[in-house]
């Protein structure tokens, strides 16, 4: 690709942040923007709980200009509630609205929603239509190989989305009852890409610049989308970069002592935002892959998940440093 776009909006690079729940606030898109991430999506926002006006799912959308471009992405099952959802997600100027329909959790796709869109292919139609018709940005929908072994309508859901305005479509290589554990499926991503019409993002254990690369090869995608490997590593993207701009040039890797300043400028981010009390809680996860590799990792981690304050933090650091 010369030009990386989707819709109208061009992208930064073939490298994107994934939309991870309880993960990919603003701090987090904006330190992997920071880091090389092309584009990055906000955390799924219910639309059901936005025509509720709940505060909580109004917070989740809020964007700035240090992660642009960035996405809002939207859940629900119902075409009108998804599209009002739509209108609420552009007071907050985001460059394309995406639409989850790859969610394998039960809270989920147990509602109707996320990956469980996928076994009603014409109700995902009637929402990307809904949606296109009141969105003034791209629309993009992000789905899954099937709902299981028995539904394999990857393709086919691409194609109706398609037809229906989508301007991308982002897929994760596994049915929604595998999850995470077998092995990703890149070959359904591969015929998908020879069968849209639009940009085709490949997800799904990209876990390296090596197998982004790969990935990429042997799909024929447009995009790949890092969501887990970036926790602790959003150098991940610039290395991806460096990797399709130059395959001879090694790659960077930080040093201890620069992974752990990246990883305190992340979490102040987040007490920026949030306040202290909720962003240490919410930070104890992201402090653990930070720690992933070095010495003492497992106790790290451990103290990891008893941090309440920034003191709490930094000693957490000396601590890293002196072992």
Known sequence: MS???????RLNSRALL???????????????????AGYCVSEMVSS???????????????????????????????????????????????????????????????????CALMKNPKLCGEIVKAVVEVSPVPVTVKIRKGWDED??????????CEQAGASAVTIHGRTRRQYYKPPVDYDIIRQLKQSAGIPVIANGDIDSAEKAKHVLEI????????????????WIFSQINSLLENPEKPLYYPSLDEKLDVMCAHIEKMVEYKGEYIALRQARKLVMGYFKGIRGAAKLRNEAGRIETLEDLYALKQKALSL
């Open 219 to 234: 799909t024929g995608a447009d995009f790949v989308m890092v969501g887990r490997a970036s926790l602790g590593n959003p």
């Open 151 to 160: 539904s394999i309508n990857a393709i086919e859901v691409a194609g109706i």
């Open 18 to 36: 994934a939309p991870m729940a309880g993960i990919s606030d603003r701090a987090y898109r904006e330190l992997c923007v920071s880091c090389g």
């Open 3 to 9: 030009e990386y776009k989707i819709g109208g909006v």
């Open 48 to 114: 059901k709980a936005l025509s509720f006006k709940d505060k909580k799912s109004e917070e989740l959308m809020k964007t700035s200009d240090k992660e642009r471009p960035c996405g809002i992405q939207i859940f629900g099952d119902e075409p009108s509630t998804m599209a009002q959802a739509a209108l609420s997600a552009m007071k907050n100027n985001p460059d394309i609205i995406d639409i989850n329909m790859g969610c394998p959790a039960p809270k989920i796709s147990g509602s109707g929603s996320g």
